[in-house]
């Protein structure tokens, strides 16, 4: 029997072929800058023993590889935070290191803040420093937090105009949901954030035409609370208890009202990884020469 080709979904945003996409301009720029005689380097920061944190970092450190940029691993499973400032200040003047990647969360004995403050903004290529934070705030970003600067890939991909429609983020953490309504504020779209304690949430989400969903909970959002036509991107990554991975927008019933929807896994995952490469490869574009901002 002949293999039939899968018909294609049209609701369904393939966040793996764009993430291919993305990862191809980061590969060949990558030889650009080898050619300037700069190797991109990610210094990758990993304290404690999370399984979850482990399986990301390492789908990290392969696909920076892949990309042909450097890494360099740092583990120590029980650091203090004083140990772990010292590791910050070396990667920090080491002028081989183009970003630095704190995987959180941080065990609860680490003073999270202090760490993030520590990175050099120059290599905060997860944006989480407060100075790209509020560069982004201002609309003159200079390292955008990779999750969200995937959602907006995946959005302008859609080929809609964004500007002036409504948009909705669920959910207000400062890694995704600010972010994401920063960057969504400067497409010129009209932003609500609606969080726990938002009243209403369905009327909200009814009036979006863009969702972003970024709680963190299964199923969260009901497919019947989609307004027809609407774009949804689902940043949520929730484990079941049978081990299946799930969005926060009950995938099955948002497809028969949204025009383009995320699926989980293969959403906004793989975009994460591949904008996080993208900022690494600005930070050795900067260092060879080749941008100036
Ligand atoms: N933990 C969950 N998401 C992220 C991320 O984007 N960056 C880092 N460093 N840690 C995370």
Request: overall charge positive.
């Amino acid at each position: 029997m002949t293999e039939q080709a899968k018909p294609t979904d049209p609701t369904r945003i393939d966040g793996k072929k764009n993430s291919r996409r993305l990862l191809k301009q980061v590969k060949s720029r990558v030889a650009a800058c080898v050619d300037k005689g700069v190797t991109p380097c990610l210094a990758v920061v990993l304290i404690g023993d999370n399984p979850a944190s482990q399986v990301y970092v390492r789908s990290k450190e392969r696909r920076a590889k892949k990309a042909g940029i450097a890494t360099r691993d740092h583990r120590a499973p029980g650091a203090t935070t004083e140990e772990l400032l010292a590791v910050i200040k070396q990667l920090n003047e080491d002028p081989e290191v183009d970003g630095i990647l704190v995987q959180l969360p941080l065990p609860s004995n680490i003073d999270s803040d202090a760490i993030l403050l520590a990175i050099h903004p120059d290599k905060d290529v997860d944006g989480f420093h407060p100075y790209n934070l509020g560069r982004l705030m201002i609309g003159k970003h200079r390292f955008v937090a990779c999750t969200p600067q995937g959602c907006m890939h995946l959005l302008e991909e859609q080929g809609q105009e964004l500007s002036g429609k409504r948009a909705l983020v669920v959910g207000r953490s400062t890694i995704v949901g600010k972010p994401v309504a920063h960057l969504l504020l400067q497409a010129n779209t009209t932003v609500t954030i609606a969080h726990s304690r938002t009243k209403n949430l369905a009327e909200e989400v009814a009036r979006a035409d863009i969702l972003v969903a970024a709680v963190g909970r299964p199923n969260f959002i009901k497919g019947e609370w989609i307004r027809p036509g609407a774009l949804v991107i689902d940043v949520g990554i929730n484990r079941l208890e049978d081990g299946t991975l799930t969005g926060d927008v009950e995938y099955e019933a948002a497809r028969e009202r949204a025009a383009a929807i995320t699926p989980v896994p293969g959403g906004v995952g793989p975009m994460t990884i591949a904008c996080l490469l993208n900022n690494v490869v600005i930070a050795a574009e900067r260092r060879a020469g080749l941008r100036d901002d």
